[in-house]
């Protein structure tokens, strides 16, 4: 399998766990994304199973609903997908915690 056919996978799998996690069924989630909804179930579904992977704007927008960073979608390593879903569920306490833990890590230069 190659590895772009294995992102895809990952892709389709991750929205499915996010999907899951909000409590919402296929078609659900591609409403609230602003999927029309005579094809809204069909839609979530193929980007599940991985036939199709949507454009970065319906990610985005599907990840605002879900309330994940579509960055999760996207992730190369599913640990680091883990830490992007639980860092996007985090109080704005919990965040700034996760952060002085980190500090000792040297992060990017400023933009």
């Given at each position: 399998?190659?590895?772009?056919?294995?992102?895809v996978?990952?892709?389709?799998?991750?929205?499915k766990?996010?999907?899951?996690?909000?409590?919402?069924?296929q078609?659900?989630?591609?409403?609230?994304?602003?999927?029309d909804?005579?094809?809204?179930?069909?839609?979530?579904?193929?980007?599940?199973v991985?036939?199709?992977?949507?454009?970065?704007?319906?990610?985005?927008?599907?990840?605002?609903?879900?309330?994940?960073?579509?960055?999760?979608?996207?992730?190369?390593?599913?640990?680091?997908a883990?830490?992007?879903?639980?860092?996007?569920?985090?109080?704005?306490?919990?965040?700034?915690?996760?952060?002085?833990?980190?500090?000792?890590?040297?992060?990017?230069?400023?933009?």
């Amino acid at each position: 399998m190659s590895r772009e056919i294995q992102l895809v996978n990952k892709w389709g799998k991750r929205l499915k766990q996010a999907r899951l996690a909000a409590g919402l069924s296929q078609k659900q989630l591609g409403i609230e994304a602003g999927i029309d909804p005579g094809v809204a179930s069909t839609r979530i579904n193929r980007y599940e199973v991985g036939v199709h992977k949507p454009d970065p704007n319906v990610a985005i927008a599907l990840g605002k609903v879900l309330k994940v960073s579509a960055a999760f979608f996207y992730a190369p390593e599913d640990d680091l997908a883990d830490l992007i879903f639980r860092l996007g569920r985090a109080s704005a306490a919990e965040r700034r915690a996760i952060f002085r833990h980190l500090s000792h890590i040297e992060g990017p230069p400023p933009l």
